[in-house]
């Protein structure tokens, strides 16, 4: 009964794209862009800290729920159904261990091998793609790089399908590989175009009234220092004596004219008395 019911849901798969651009939800709810990691000597990266099996590559992200493979632009979905004959081979080629919620019947598999699709999906998936699980290893191609732009966009500021192709489109370059990558980016992009445009969601950019106050608080920013001039020096005050009046002046040196007047005549007298003296002596002899 249960591949008959496998068998169905493949038949149904193989007469739509191999991604089916139907968006779907699959019960992860991721409230911020995930930490990824990649698996050494494979282009693919896996999310060891959520409880899914989440993967990304080709520039994709894939989810592996019970028997179905899942893949989107965005890290949250919206989710598409591929066709499972048509699941990327290195996809395939993961080894067990990194299904960080394996289903039941992956516990019997080997850790280090890929889970046993054949086994799992049938003769008929088994034909389809014979030699999945043989490559060189040495030949893998490089992995695309991660969309960490979209790690501003989380919560409330994660985009509806229209904007996160235009989004997509300004900020991711890459172009996938892969047949099923490369096919379902074209079918985002048209269902994008088709859909009623919506207002894209602002980049991390504060609104015209949140900006003022930002200035306002680089106007208080303190301003650089100025060099320090050195002081101009001050030119010295002489203090000077008060000048005095002529009639004062002439009284305080009136005394001193006073002495030498009396002491001129005191030489005088001196000097008559010595000719004096002279004269007599002159006489005498």
Same mark, same amino acid.
């Given at each position: 009964m249960r591949h008959a019911l496998i068998a169905l849901l493949m038949l149904l798969?193989?007469?739509?794209?191999?991604?089916?651009?139907?968006?779907?939800?699959?019960?992860?709810?991721?409230?911020?862009?995930?930490?990824?990691?990649?698996?050494?000597?494979?282009?693919?990266?896996?999310?060891?800290?959520?409880?899914?099996?989440?993967?990304?590559?080709?520039?994709?992200?894939?989810v592996f729920d019970g028997d179905n493979w899942y893949v989107s632009t965005w890290y949250n979905g919206p989710w598409s159904l591929v066709d499972p004959f048509d699941v990327p081979?290195?996809?395939?080629?993961?080894?067990?261990?990194?299904?960080?919620?394996?289903?039941?019947?992956?516990?019997?598999?080997?850790?280090?091998?890929?889970?046993?699709?054949?086994?799992?999906?049938g003769r008929s998936w088994e034909e389809r793609r014979s030699g999945w699980d043989q490559w060189n290893r040495?030949?893998?191609?490089?992995?695309?790089?991660?969309?960490?732009?979209?790690?501003?966009?989380?919560?409330?500021?994660?985009?509806?399908?229209? #904007?996160?192709?235009?989004?997509?489109?300004?900020?991711?370059?890459?172009?996938?590989?892969?047949?099923?990558?490369?096919?379902?980016?074209?079918?985002?992009?048209?269902?994008? #175009?088709?859909a009623p445009q919506q207002p894209a969601v602002q980049q991390?950019?504060?609104?015209?009234?949140?900006r003022q106050p930002v200035r306002q608080q680089e106007a208080r920013q303190p301003q650089p220092a100025q060099p320090q001039q050195a002081p101009t020096p001050q030119p010295q005050r002489v203090e000077r #004596?008060?000048?005095?009046?002529?009639?004062?002046?002439e009284r305080a040196q009136a005394p001193e004219k006073g002495r030498g007047r009396e002491e001129n005549k005191g030489q005088g007298r001196e000097r008559e008395k010595d000719n004096k003296d002279n004269k007599e002596k002159g006489e005498n002899r």
């Open positions: 798969c193989s007469v739509t794209p191999a991604a089916a651009r139907v968006d779907i939800s699959i019960g992860i709810n991721l409230p911020f862009y995930p930490q990824l990691q990649r698996i050494p000597s494979y282009p693919v990266y896996y999310a060891p800290t959520v409880a899914a099996n989440y993967f990304f590559y080709d520039g994709l992200y894939w081979l290195f996809l395939l080629r993961v080894p067990v261990r990194y299904y960080r919620h394996a289903p039941p019947y992956f516990l019997s598999w080997r850790a280090n091998d890929a889970p046993r699709w054949g086994e799992r999906w040495s030949s893998a191609p490089p992995p695309a790089p991660l969309p960490t732009y979209q790690r501003q966009y989380s919560g409330n500021r994660y985009p509806q399908p229209s #904007q996160q192709v235009v989004i997509q489109t300004q900020n991711y370059r890459y172009q996938p590989r892969d047949t099923v990558a490369r096919q379902h980016f074209e079918q985002a992009r048209s269902q994008a #175009q088709s991390s950019q504060p609104a015209p009234q949140q #004596q008060p000048q005095q009046a002529p009639a004062a002046r």
